[in-house]
């Protein structure tokens, strides 16, 4: 059976609130069936932190229970598409091509003729140099010494040198190679002994090797073929 991991994922990078209060994407997923009435969801799903995220849990609320379906259910189905440009916003190309709005002056050429790169505003680095503006604070470092995410809020930075942000310290996926941002993270005990993340208890998929991290918890309810 497929069931579900597409969910599993957009839960992890930006889900949903504990109960008693669950956020309007959970209570959508509850209201079409696919998420059990009861039980707790995870505290870590608190919160959207970036604009993308944001605009794409708005257009999903936006959506039928049949269309969420079948894209929970299929890597192919993409029923926000034009929900999504209207929120982030558009720019059209040369060739009439329509791209994000945000990908523009990013750094990486979008359109076929790379106008979408021209006359951009710039960020001159500490060793000199020269860096798209936009490289400025968005926890990737573009100067060669770093200094394009130094002084930035929510940013912290792994042992070697590589920024991440704040929200990304113990959320269970690691930004740093090292795995800085999930070192002396808060744990679970499992009822075997086992000791897991606590980011990973009630997260709708289970870590603990008896499951007891989803005893009492939100479930999935199954609805994709087998």
Known sequence: MRFC??????????????????PPFAQKLRECGFLSEDG????????????????????MIERSCADIGEFLCSIYATPTSECMH????????????DIFAVQVCDGIVNCSDGGDEVDCSTFRCDD???VVAAARCNFVAECEDVSDERGCPETEFCRDGNPFPSYGRCDGSP?????????????????????????????LHPHCPDGSDEDGCARLNRMCAE
């Open 5 to 22: 991991l597409v969910l599993l994922m957009f839960f992890l990078v930006n889900g949903c609130a504990a109960d008693p209060t669950p």
């Open 40 to 59: 707790r969801l995870s505290d870590a799903f608190d919160s959207f932190e970036d604009r993308d995220s944001r605009c794409f849990y708005a257009c």
């Open 86 to 97: 209207t929120c982030l916003g558009t720019h059209t190309c040369s060739d009439g091509e």
């Open 128 to 130: 000199g140099e020269v």
């Open 175 to 203: 930004y740093c190679d090292d795995n800085t941002d999930e070192e002396g993270c808060p744990t679970f005990r499992c009822d075997d002994g086992t000791e897991i993340k606590a980011v990973d208890e009630c997260d």
